[in-house]
């Protein structure tokens, strides 16, 4: 940890008395709370408080390293309720002077981990990769409360990176830096280095003369803390004993000295056991290991070749060679093994590090998201990149120990929950049936509400089913499948291919033949705006339009997209709200008069496989996106960010939908079953 004080024109008034103090710790108990600093601005100071912010400090830091027991965030509240004692005793002592012209701040910082507080108007942020970012904002302006007098009320905490920056500013030296572009200058600087800081401050000393006020900075930096353990160790691999793993073994020899059938000088006999049983064991060997130590198994029984006739009588059953060999075997097979098991865990653990600190910089986007919402699809990419590498870590970790897998999945798991909140993902357990076709009878494929009444329609039925707000069903005859349906004027229009428009008003059909608009062409999905109808064709990848004429009449077609337009081979579904919309390879794009103006990357979790259908209006404020394969319906603004998700294993077999007028309800046919989403 490297700490600069930064006193600006602390004699200008006497009346404004300021000061900041630093305390690392000194002994192991104090390691364990880590460092604690402080800022403290007081205006209008009369003579009995000019050492006044020593004294409040002075009490905290006492109190905060006096129960090294505690937890730092535990150690800090208790300080500053004892701070509160402090003042509160003052206050009764008839020294009030203080009160409205104290500003204060105290951080504490252990192991990465910030604790801070304040009161008053001072200014705390944190300088992380070129990105400036305003931490103080959930602690706002907080009132004195009257007694029990409590000055410092809430704390906060958040979690830091090596390489961050924290700043601490009074605000008159704040506001100066804002104006003058200091923050903006060290943002810049690559890596923060002393020198440069002094630099940007040096060139803008001659305008410095009239602030007064502290800038504190403290730059982070790893180092090494007696007594703690790395955030993902594994348990403590068992000590090597060369007693216990030869206790077995002496045991056995032991055993078969009483055993064996030996003629001592006694002349004693003694019975032999017929059979050894060797457990079964099972603990990786490399095959070097193997073939090397078979080579030594050789050794030994020469070697034992080579001893008294007594010694070769006593060692008669090979077996007991074959024990100490095979047990040696083993022994070298498993240091192997847990060599090449802590090799892999620390490789892994550097890997779950890096994934750690993809997490502190998405905190660092997501401060941010009020003032620069690019940061929320920053964040939501970091976050969809970590959760890709500890799927792929969890499957090669498999056969590490179960503390370093737990590890894993829990941070596995807190990826998921924050994907799961950040693209506003709603999970439906038992979603509303509001119409259900029964076996057997009219089998919808397609759906489209216009006005209050619900139509159903199949590329397998020459007829189109309707249900109305009242609950009447009714089936009007058409002679034709239907291929796709869109909603007109007060009306629902109807495709039937090759060219047929069949147009619904008051439950009386009309039928009108479109103009074919080139040989070979192949109308599928479609739309309208005011009354012409816009049809895509897949395969030829262009867009035609038919304009409207009167009385469900259509012009000629037109080639709407211009010469200088890539055609969209290949896309799925087309949308009109002026602008018309293609989805094509689970990406939006965005045309108008004919032409490409942009791309959306749907960039949401978890990440699109197929989507089939896009839905928008004129007067809609989202575009509404079906994905039948992963169950779910996504709604977008027109800007690409993620205002809804709904999924449902309930929709297993997602056909189509429909969206309401008013934007209020969502309708969506799954096989016989139609399922409404309140909005």
């Known amino acids: 940890m490297q700490v600069f004080e930064f006193h600006f024109n602390p004699k200008v008034k006497p009346n404004l008395n300021f000061d900041s103090f630093c305390y690392e710790p000194i002994n192991i108990y104090e390691k364990r709370m880590g460092s604690l600093y402080m800022v403290g601005l007081l205006e209008n100071t009369i003579p009995q408080n000019n050492h006044f912010i020593e004294k409040l400090a002075k009490v905290i830091k006492d109190y905060y390293y006096r129960k090294s027991i505690l937890k730092p965030e535990k150690s800090l509240k208790e300080s500053l309720k004892v701070a509160n004692e402090f003042l509160d005793k003052l206050i009764k002592q008839g020294n009030v002077s203080w009160l409205g012209n104290l500003n204060f701040t105290v951080l504490s910082i252990k192991d990465f981990k910030l604790n801070f507080a304040k009161v008053g108007d001072i200014k705390i942020m944190v300088l992380r990769k070129n990105i400036l970012i305003d931490i103080d904002k959930k602690i706002n302006g907080q009132d004195l409360e009257p007694y029990p007098l409590k000055v410092f009320s809430n704390t906060v905490s958040g979690k830091l990176a090596e390489g961050d920056l924290i700043l601490v500013l009074t605000k008159n030296v704040f506001d100066f830096f804002q104006k003058e572009k200091v923050l903006d200058a060290m943002a810049q600087i690559p890596f923060f280095d002393e020198k440069a800081l002094k630099k940007i401050l040096e060139e803008r000393r001659e305008r410095m003369t009239n602030i007064q006020g502290i800038m504190l900075v403290a730059a982070l930096t790893k180092e090494a803390v007696i007594g703690t353990k790395e955030t993902f160790a594994p348990e403590t691999l068992k000590e090597f004993s060369f007693k216990e793993v030869f206790s077995p073994l002496l045991k056995f020899l032991q ?152 590890q894993v999945s829990i941070i596995k798991n807190e990826i998921t929950d924050r994907l799961f909140k950040l693209n506003s993902l709603e999970t439906i357990e038992e979603p509303t049936a509001f119409h259900q076709f029964e076996n057997g009878s009219f089998v919808p494929y397609k759906v489209v509400i216009s006005g209050s009444d619900i139509y159903f329609s199949s590329p397998y039925a020459a007829n189109i089913f309707e249900l109305k707000t009242n609950g009447e069903e009714n089936t009007i005859g058409t002679e034709k499948q239907i291929n796709s349906s869109a909603v007109l004027e007060k009306a629902a229009a109807f495709f039937s291919a090759p060219n047929q428009v069949i147009v619904l008003k008051n439950d009386s059909p009309s039928r009108f033949s479109l103009e074919s608009p080139y040989p070979d062409y192949a109308l599928s999905d479609f739309d309208s705006f005011n009354q012409s109808l816009y049809f895509l064709d897949k395969k030829s990848g262009q867009i035609i339009k038919y304009p409207y004429l009167s009385a469900f009449q259509w012009g000629s077609p037109q080639l709407w997209l211009t010469g200088k337009t890539t055609k969209v081979v290949g896309a799925d579904s087309i949308a009109i709200d002026g602008s018309v919309w293609i989805l094509r390879e689970n990406k939006l794009q965005e045309y108008y008069g004919g032409e490409l103006q942009r791309e959306l990357d749907i960039n949401i979790f978890p990440a699109p496989k197929k989507f089939s259908k896009v839905i928008t209006d004129s007067h809609f404020s989202y575009l509404y996106i079906l994905e039948p394969e992963q169950r779910r319906l996504v709604i977008l603004d027109k800007d690409g960010e993620t205002i809804k998700q709904f999924q449902s294993e309930k929709f297993d077999n997602l056909l189509d939908f429909t969206v309401s007028e008013d934007e209020k309800a969502v309708y969506l046919l799954n096989g016989l079953i139609l399922y409404k989403i309140d909005l």
Not at 267 to 282: D, T, W
Not at 369 to 377: F, M, R
Request: glycine fraction near 4%.
């Open 255 to 406: 055993r078969e000295e009483r055993t064996e059938s030996v003629s001592g000088k006694s002349g004693r006999k003694m019975s032999m056991p017929k059979a050894l049983k060797i457990p079964e064991i099972k603990l990786p060997a490399p095959k070097f290991a193997v073939d090397f130590l078979g080579k030594i198994s050789l050794k030994i029984r020469m070697f034992f070749a080579s001893l008294g006739e007594k010694t070769r009588i006593f060692i008669k059953n090979r077996k007991v060679i074959l024990i100490a060999t095979l047990l040696f075997i083993l022994i070298i097979g498993s240091f192997f093994a847990t060599r090449n098991e802590q090799k892999k865990i620390d490789v892994y653990t550097q890997e779950l590090e890096g994934i750690e600190q993809n997490i502190t910089t998405i905190d660092s986007y997501l401060i941010l998201k009020d003032t620069q919402p690019e940061a929320v699809q920053k964040a939501n990419l970091l976050l969809m990149e970590s959760l890709e590498k500890i799927s792929s870590l969890s499957k090669e970790t498999s056969g590490l120990p179960e503390s370093f897998n737990n």
